[in-house]
């Protein structure tokens, strides 16, 4: 029954559940195994995760750790957020975002290894199997994709260990780890489970790794400045950084300053409702300056559409299909638009607000005092308003005089 | 030039630009004036408007003060927040949505008075002489639109006063009246202008009138519930108000503990940016539960659906189309959603921030954990999930092969 | 591995394929029967289906056959009609629409004989699968649901008649029986399959059944016309005619004139394309008719508004989710905008051509000569374009200002 | 009143009412006339326009003729076809597709000249004055606008006359000028006034000028091939041609077969329904082929997209925003489709018939036989359908255990 394979890519993070996969695929499908583990800034230590694999018996040129921070941030985060994504108008994805490229690397690596397989650790309820195995599909249709979580019998916690013992996997915990299902990268942590799973239930204090309580955040605020470039954050306070620096240095203040913390009650593309709760303190700076840039360079007829085009796109997003040419269609037509902006932006962070104190754009600003005064001018006719309401008017005026009423 | 026209309803606030618009109506238009004061929540005292008409010679029968708070929150900020409607990512529409009841009102006591004219006191550059004009027009295209500050010469404020000097209309300034441009309602407060102009500075912070700073807000957090019959809110801590009541309760609270500041640049539809800042607390607050019952309580379709339609919903509100076919065709197509949206949320109030601590639905919840858990179960086949992505993915399968790359 | 099940409730179209079906059920679950026959206007003899049924062992009591061709027209077909849809810019959706009838009909037999399960016909490629199980999880979750084509290893034409043979159901071939896979009821007849496998083949002239080629259709063009009632046709040539005699008028009217031939290439819900002809008479000349009332008696904002919903629409019914909340907000909104959809339109039927002659409403035109007319006149004053366009235009001419180039 | 002006580029046809419009324009405005006239396969003499504005005083050196009707189709109209544009489910936008071309060599024509105005002889009621307008604005926010139709007291045809021959413009008719408002380019011919003006009256068929009538076009049909790059019809019958060439030979192959008649009432952007009639010979066929051979090399994904894009498309076109950040962005979300769009369409033309015989693509056919026939095969596993299904209904399944009901 089970499908043939020789050699599979296996998403490893090191832990043990991707470690127990690691060997229920070597016994199961009788396969080679070769563990990719990306670094998107989950904070996880990669050598602890090639160790793991040696000990696991994984050939040292089967091991492929990467450091995958700055493409994910200059190639997945700051494209979505130029589109201002969020999904039911709350979430900003920051697990939908980071699937599709490790799913991308891990096809890449098949490749490169003569693999004909790949794993991941996804469960079969949530979304991320859908993310993973989407991405696996839109870059190479002939891989045998494996995902273990809806092919075992380990469906308890109990039967995971005790495969775990008998194949001699460490099974002793970290100090300080979360009981939480946790997801974490350079844009985000999640956190689902436990007393998460009623929604009248508010999370505790203590299950919060990243941002401080907006209570427990200083008493003083800070100000800082956030330059654009087409669209994308280049420097902070003057000072040019790459993109993973960039969202490094806003998660920092971010969590310093209590912001970005989020409980909401999603719908999965599989069907149910789940509760989460996310971390995403740079991302959430970065969606209220990126709009505040915006709301002075771009076109009112671009921005409007962009607005109405978000929530399709951060379906997308969430739904797995980055690697989609519906994507790539809104992607071009978001792209389009943020040649003009350009610009800085100044914040002010404190106890969870994130507070918009001032946005200039040397060359870009569409904003034209002559125009919005309220003095006499010579830029603006106000008679013109006269004509446009009217025809804006017109066919209310035509209905009405034939009887119609709203 | 001048249109003939008998009398006119003019939209009068008991201020000096409405009141030099009556003498203004009188001397140019030769007709006589109708004075119509609404009490939206804007604060003012309607009995000095009435004065203040009587001594410029208004007729006590062409004065007409009205108490419409309750009307306006229960048919028009209700069905707005049941679109959980944001203009341009940001603005939750204040001023916008007091327009069309005021014109509205207008028409219906043009009608009773047989006035054939109408008038308001908003200028030539913003969206409200829109707003107004689109009103009037959808309910009786028949009536006289005179707006005077797009057709008189006194385009300066030097002017306005010596005008009013000159029509004995008392010019002194209301101790503590702000020098911004104002507009409120039960909903909101808007400021314009002055150092506003350039969207580079920040506003001072005795600009604002009615939320307190974050940072002089209680350090004590507040925990409310509010509870939701049919998408709009109908108790606050157990205790039954009416729509008034529930906003000028959340008004209170928000405004207390630092919420609904706003500081953005938007567009006009007129066609130029401007600045405006504006204070919401009520309605942040509401905005916020009403994403969090739904979230426990909506179909994933209709929620999607919905956040598509909302931009364009938001946009027509802003634009000044509350009366149009295609507002009301969106409104049927959000009300059809709202029927099952009942349940409490719970919230925690804290320096800006709403917090969410808690949705329940006693017989509405679509939340159903047995879904979402962790654990093996009966009622959801993981296995369903495989077929479920293979479908999705065979378009991709199919290009994939075809040698198509993404 | 079978589910237990105690009573089917089967969709019998008293065929081979559904036969074999009957037999099978009864043999591999060992269950009890119900078939369902319905006369969606398919043109097959449903007392044949009923001694067909009854032959093959099914008990009296547990067939049921109905005449559902008003129930269709009026609650389905003309609903869908009022959105103008159209599925990929050509598909009148023949097929789709019929689905959900059927579906919930079995949910409602399977309530009311006590039956657990329900089960199709269809096969599982295609999208009627997915109609018809959609159908039934939305009007009972409770069901079981078999799907034969999905589970038995009858997997070709071969076995299907060795089976049959085995089990004494007739396999002889009605006289003049179509070689294609077909789809029939009053809106449309579909077929699929042999040389239209390739889609760069033509049909076979002799594949269609009931629309005359153009090049056959009389010289001689025939004028009808076609009375409107919120949006719904009600007469044909001054004769009120119930909603399935309207369609089968219009399917005659058609057929005779050639008109409603169609041939494509669409994608189907599960992931590939397909090509599929479909004779749609009644049909196409509906929705040409439906337009030409709409132009004179709805207003340009919903019109807009009904056509940037309109491929949402066509493809949640395509999709199968025709129960479903967000097909339900479309329709308020849809049927909202309908209620002045009133009048009169002229059409002209001619080899192949539906050629609109005129279009009249006594009271709720909204074409209003005096506005469009090219003389002189006092309701529309031309000087109000000029503002029109200034206010348009003037985000342009402020990005031009400022050195921004289209 | 008049604003200053010296120099005015003037959209010139030879025509009447445009030399009328020159001399206004000499005599009002005392400025210097520049014409321009464009070749967009209206099908009038160049030679004639240019000796009638020597006639009335023109410079040589201010007499601009050009033959854009390469860049006419290559840039406008093809681009637009690659949309499937329509406007309001039925019309192909010809008239407006033309102004902006024109609008913009005139702004350019301006430039080299050192014109300070431009002007056109579009009526104040039509659409046209806004697409000329946001044109000019568009490129060039300076530019005096000079709209005579708005501004002149020559309100009526007899007034126009007499201005004519007291100006000594010749007045004579030419033999067979049609007496209804015409606009013709090479994608089509559009017709409005007299018997028009009410919509229950059908046009006199001695109006249409272009198509004949499908009742007397040729009793053979006509195959014919077209072949497809990237979107845009390169060849026809395997003969390479320009995009005039393409488009030309189309025209003469609709209108010898009877193909692209229309009658509508539109709503125009000014606010009123109109009536009009429109021959869009070549439009017609391409708009067919190319949904055609987009059916077997487009995504899913991105075609339904595109069909969800296209309404507000069409729009902005109608309305004269072809120069807008919102039309360049949704083309460049088209244009990012049409990639793969390659192949070859085979079509019938026959008495207003346009039929598709087949379609083919050599190297991007996503039609896969093998995923859609009926026999057994190994590409698609059956019973992936299950688990796609039951995902898709799991919040129908979850919706009605909770007693919710469809």
Redesign the interface.
């Known amino acids: 029954m089970k499908k043939d394979v020789k050699k599979v890519v296996l998403a490893y993070s090191g832990g043990l559940d991707t470690s127990i996969i690691l060997k229920w695929l070597q016994d199961e499908y009788k396969c080679e195994v070769v563990t990719f583990t990306a670094d998107i800034g989950q904070g996880d230590e990669l050598e602890a995760a090639k160790a793991k694999a040696l000990s696991l018996g994984i050939k040292p040129e089967n091991i492929f750790v990467e450091d995958l921070k700055e493409e994910f941030v200059r190639n997945y985060v700051f494209p979505m957020f130029r589109a201002?994504a969020i999904y039911?108008?709350?979430y900003l994805l920051g697990t939908s975002i980071a699937r599709p490229l490790i799913a991308k690397r891990q096809a890449q690596i098949a490749k490169q290894t003569g693999a004909d397989g790949v794993s991941h650790g996804a469960?079969?309820?949530g979304n991320d199997?859908?993310r993973f195995?989407?991405g696996y599909?839109?870059?190479?249709?002939?891989l045998v994709v494996i995902?273990p979580?809806?092919e075992w019998d380990l469906?308890?916690?109990e039967k995971l260990l005790a495969y775990a013992k008998a194949n001699g996997i460490d099974i002793s915990t970290k100090p300080g780890k979360s009981p939480y299902?946790m997801d974490a990268n350079l844009l985000h942590i999640s956190y689902e489970?436990l007393v998460l799973?009623?929604?009248?239930?508010?999370p505790e204090n203590d299950m919060w790794r990243w941002v401080v309580s907006?209570?427990e955040a200083p008493n003083e605020?800070e100000i800082i400045k956030i330059t654009y470039e087409k669209g994308d954050p280049v420097e902070i306070n003057g000072k040019r950084l790459t993109p993973a620096e960039i969202l490094t240095e806003l998660n920092r203040l971010g969590a310093k300053h209590g912001i970005g913390?989020l409980?909401?009650?999603?719908?999965?593309f599989?069907?149910?409702?789940?509760?989460g709760c996310y971390e995403t303190p740079g991302g959430t700076i970065m969606l209220k300056a990126h709009?505040?840039i915006e709301?002075?360079t771009l076109?009112?007829?671009?921005?409007?559409?962009?607005?109405?085009l978000?929530?399709?796109y951060a379906?997308l997003i969430y739904n797995g299909?980055w690697?989609?040419?519906?994507r790539?269609?809104?992607q071009?037509?978001?792209?389009?638009?943020q040649e003009?902006v350009n610009g800085v932006v100044?914040l002010e962070l404190?106890?969870?607000?994130v507070?918009?104190?001032?946005?200039?754009s040397e060359?870009?600003?569409?904003?034209?005092?002559a125009?919005?005064?309220?003095?006499?001018d010579s830029v603006?006719?106000?008679?013109?308003?006269?004509?446009?309401?009217?025809?804006?008017?017109?066919?209310?005026?035509?209905?009405?005089?034939?009887?119609?009423k709203?």
């Open positions: 201002n039911e108008g709350e469960t079969g309820k199997q859908v195995e989407l599909y839109s870059q190479n249709p002939d995902a979580w809806r469906n308890s916690r299902s489970g799973e009623d929604p009248a239930n508010a907006p209570k605020s913390r409980d909401i009650v999603e719908n999965r599989v069907g149910m409702k789940s509760r709009r505040a709301s002075i076109d009112k007829g671009a921005a409007h559409l962009k607005d109405e978000m929530p399709r379906e299909f690697f989609s040419p519906e790539e269609m809104l071009a037509a978001i792209d389009k638009t003009h100044e404190y106890k969870g607000n507070i918009i104190l001032g946005r200039k060359n870009d600003s569409l904003f034209d005092e125009f919005s005064t309220f003095e006499e603006y006719d106000q008679t013109d308003a006269k004509g446009f309401i009217k025809l804006n008017a017109l066919r209310f005026i035509i209905a009405g005089k034939n009887g119609r709203f």
